[in-house]
């Protein structure tokens, strides 16, 4: 799962969830993705060593695989977000940093704090939300329709331990 829960400290009702993008393709497979396609983009090139035709091709090989460096780089940098969830007994804070680097923040007082899953009528299925102080704020829009439904019950429970540990 794209999310983590960290294990609270003895004697402290901090809690704290931190969750994160999927990545499919970790930085080490993308280092051989990459390097596997120079490779097969090689191969038939050996055939055309010695003539002019290799000259006419490699230019628009290269391009290629500069095109595939470019997007994948690019859907690294759009991925590199994170959202981190402190619950105490006193209050829920959310910090999401964006791809950009800007940072939104969200707060509210545990007790009135709850979750919300919308599983329909929202901009996706089963539609997580915070609400509180006013506002209603989403929560794990990276994540897949099955991680959303795993984690609102987590989250449900957690807001409701808080409430108790006061």
Known sequence: MPYEWS?????SPLTRLDLWPHRSLPRRGFAGFMAATCLMISLPLFGLLGTVLLWWLLPFLALAVAGLWWALQSSYASGDMHEALT???QAVHLTRTNPGGDVQEWDCNCYWAQVDMYPTGGPVAHYLTLKGDGRE???????????RKALYPELANALQLARTAR
């Open 137 to 147: 704020v989403e929560i794990g829009a990276f994540l897949s329709e099955d991680e």
């Open 7 to 11: 294990p609270p400290v003895v004697g």
């Open 87 to 89: 619950i105490d007994d």
